[in-house]
């Protein structure tokens, strides 16, 4: 999501919007009439993209579990053989920097609102993420061959825990610039892993 540099989709555009309003006000906060104001059009009109509000969210957390899970797998084939597993790494870890930063509301979504998708919904978004983390996992051990499975996906879930914390770093005004902030969390991310690795 946060990759694109053509202009957005009106269906684009209504995501956007929503997934802001659902993050500051909750999912049952906000009404249609509101989402479709925010982007310049009657809350009935929204019906000719999204069925209701819960299409909506669905397709916000399984859509971003998705563009995850294919950015890394792009970001891990485009690396080649010939790059290094630390290289890959860090391309892992830029591109999931880039989503805290420019999707922060997302992530709160996820937080609250996970459980009101519909369990189709729900598994899909569990069974993205899983591969999402053992991709991670395998670039990891590669980095560091001495570290356990176990202890690679523990360490890949509390770095997930770390990057996804924008949401608690203030408002996107009040952050030190969004280079600093990259840099910053680029460096606590592969200090955390070290630590496993010299463990």
Not at 88 to 113: K, M, N, Y
Not at 161 to 177: A, D, E, F, Q, W
Request: hydrophobic share 45%; aromatic share 6%.
């Amino acid at each position: 999501m946060a990759t694109r540099t053509d202009a957005p989709t009106r269906r684009e555009q209504i995501l956007k919007e929503a997934a802001r309003l659902f993050a500051e006000r909750g999912f049952h906060g906000v009404g249609v009439d509101e989402i479709g104001a925010a982007v310049g059009i009657s809350g009935p009109g929204l019906y000719r993209h999204f069925a209701g509000k819960d299409a909506m969210l669905a397709e916000l957390l399984v859509g971003i579990s998705d563009s995850l899970l294919t950015g890394a797998k792009r970001r891990l084939a485009e690396a080649g053989a010939a790059t290094g597993a630390d290289v890959v790494l860090d391309s892992l870890i830029e591109g999931h920097i880039d989503f805290a930063l420019d999707d922060r509301p997302l992530i709160t979504l996820h937080d609250r609102e996970l459980d009101r998708l519909r369990d189709t919904d729900r598994k899909m978004v569990r069974q993205l993420q899983r591969q999402y983390v053992e991709l991670w996992v395998g670039v990891l051990r590669e980095v560091y061959p001495a570290v356990t499975e176990p202890a690679a996906r523990s360490a890949v879930h509390s770095v997930f825990g770390l990057l996804n914390s924008t949401p608690h770093l203030g408002r996107p005004g009040s952050l030190p610039g969004r280079a600093v902030t990259a840099a910053l969390l680029h460096r606590m991310a592969r200090g955390a892993f070290a630590a496993v690795g010299a463990a």
